[in-house]
């Protein structure tokens, strides 16, 4: 097998039930196309439910804990070896366009930050920097989601070259005049539109690695389906509120669990005794929404997934234009899940349910992936690293604590980890957990806390019954934090070998 291609496709915050493929309400034919022709892995998790610390494990192929990059605000060290730099050693040519995160939007003098105020909206400076970025040789890079004050970089360079000197006006203060009142239908014209962006330089950057005869390691990563819920006409009318399945909250669902989840159902609960640094904390806030508006985030939300497909098709057809899909190793998947009204939640936060930490998980390569095929094998998103290096027949670095997964996709093997681990820390101490799941349980344990979650996947999918405090399932407790601590022992990074006996 030569050494192939790879283009890395990423959505964010994508609910792992949202490919038309396999569920009817929401329309993706080419995440569709890609699942024909290769194989949809159907248990694939983060290993941490936010962007910062998800974002720089697929770099690395290291959990946050890890990495360092632990938490949203903070910044994935740049002595960190990277897949990209691997890569680019080998005679790969690398390259990100879109969304990165890898830094925080504030730096200090200690940590500085490329991603932060001001250089984020120094146009000037962006128009001389592509790179070299944690080992891309290549980035184009913007940082909003939808009409967010934090657009600039190379995506607003790119707006004004499209014509549009005023695109400011779509975008909210203090850099833009859009009116904030605005909400789900998005008057930014698709033309600009980030996905437009996304798919023309990554059809750019494709033609000149094409002409070049150069492997490439590319990574096409867009911003939505990321709140806040916007998208622009048509697709904010392609769905009718009305004919979705919305889902909801059952009711005594959260009497058995950790106490901030019932407290998500509260108008105005209080959360100051875990926000011990001040800073907010995803999804410790009320999540309680009007019927109506819960009703029409679900449609805006498939709708910015759906325009999100389409320019992922543009991606695929370039790659079939140049001849290049043959020997190209295309992933889909995203950072990790949502919750648009699961549980009676909304966006995210600690609470590692499946719809937050599993993923929809796409992998094609014609001729080597099996086509039209879903399999069980547990992923995570830790192993695009290891198991990347692997096809391009690149050592892996000891460092990297992914799994190989390369036999798996190819459909040699059945299975190459028998769980996966997520987790989550906001604060230093208070809010820090960690989820163990493996094929048929999920057990979450909280860090100085004698609370804790495990459910049964097998007999409850849905997640309705926390079995933690039941006094049959003792025993139970008791193997799965054994698993647990086990697991956890054979995660810790190796980054030397042992090369002799004294």
Not at 276 to 283: D, F, M, Q
């Amino acid at each position: 097998m030569s050494r192939p291609n790879i283009l890395l496709i990423t959505s964010d915050q994508q609910h792992w039930d949202t490919i038309g493929a396999f569920q009817s309400e929401v329309h993706t034919p080419n995440l569709d196309r890609i699942a024909k022709d290769g194989t949809a892995f159907t248990r694939a998790y983060c290993p941490n439910p936010t962007c910062t610390p998800t974002r720089a494990s697929i770099l690395t192929g290291m959990y946050p804990s890890q990495h360092g990059a632990w938490t949203l605000g903070t910044k994935l060290m740049e002595d960190r070896r990277t897949v990209a730099q691997e890569l680019a050693e080998a005679g790969y040519r690398t390259a990100l366009v879109g969304k990165a995160h890898f830094q925080p939007l504030h730096g200090t003098e200690e940590y500085p930050s490329l991603e932060a105020y001001p250089v984020l909206q120094d146009l000037q400076f962006w128009r001389n920097f592509h790179g070299p970025f944690y080992g891309f040789d290549h980035v184009e890079l913007a940082r909003n989601h939808t009409n967010e004050a934090h657009v600039g970089q190379h995506y607003a360079i790119w707006m004004e070259e499209k014509g549009y000197p005023n695109w400011r006006d779509y975008f909210l203060e203090p850099t833009g005049t859009m009116d904030p009142s605005i909400t789900h239908s998005w008057p930014i014209p698709e033309e600009i539109h980030y996905d437009t962006w996304i798919a023309e330089r990554t059809g750019a950057l494709l033609e000149e690695y094409k002409e070049q005869d150069e492997p490439f390691f590319l990574w096409s990563s867009f911003f939505d389906p990321h709140p806040d819920y916007l998208v622009p006409a048509p697709w904010d009318t392609l769905y009718n509120k009305d004919e979705l399945t919305v889902p909801t909250v059952h009711h005594g669902e959260h009497d058995k669990n950790p106490p901030h989840f019932g407290m998500t159902q509260e108008a105005a609960p209080d959360y100051n005794h875990l926000k011990e640094t001040g800073r907010g904390i995803h999804g410790y806030t009320s999540h309680l929404l009007p019927e109506e508006e819960r009703k029409q985030l679900v449609a805006t939300y498939y709708g910015m997934i759906s325009l999100m497909d389409k320019y992922i098709g543009k991606i695929l057809d370039r790659l079939d234009e140049l001849g290049l899909s043959e020997n190209t190793l295309v992933v889909f998947t995203t950072d990790h899940g949502h919750f648009f009204g699961q549980h009676g939640l909304q966006y995210k936060g600690g609470f590692h349910y499946e719809d937050l930490i599993k993923l929809p998980f796409l992998v094609r390569y014609p001729g080597h992936v099996p086509a039209n095929k879903q399999s069980a094998a547990i992923q995570s998103l830790v192993d695009l690293a290891p198991t990347f290096l692997t096809f391009c027949g690149i050592h892996v670095p000891h460092a990297m604590t992914g799994v190989d997964q390369s036999k798996v996709w190819l459909g040699k093997e059945e299975q190459a980890r028998d769980h996966a681990i997520c987790e989550f820390r906001h604060e230093p101490t208070t809010i820090h957990q960690k989820t163990y799941v493996d094929q048929r349980y999920k057990i979450t344990v909280y860090y100085r806390q004698s609370y804790g979650e495990i459910f049964d996947l097998e007999n409850d999918p849905r997640e309705l019954n926390n079995l933690w405090d039941d006094p049959d399932y003792t025993t139970l407790k008791l193997e799965l934090l054994l698993r647990y601590i086990s697991a956890e022992l054979g995660k810790e990074s190796m980054p030397m070998p042992r090369i002799w006996h004294a």
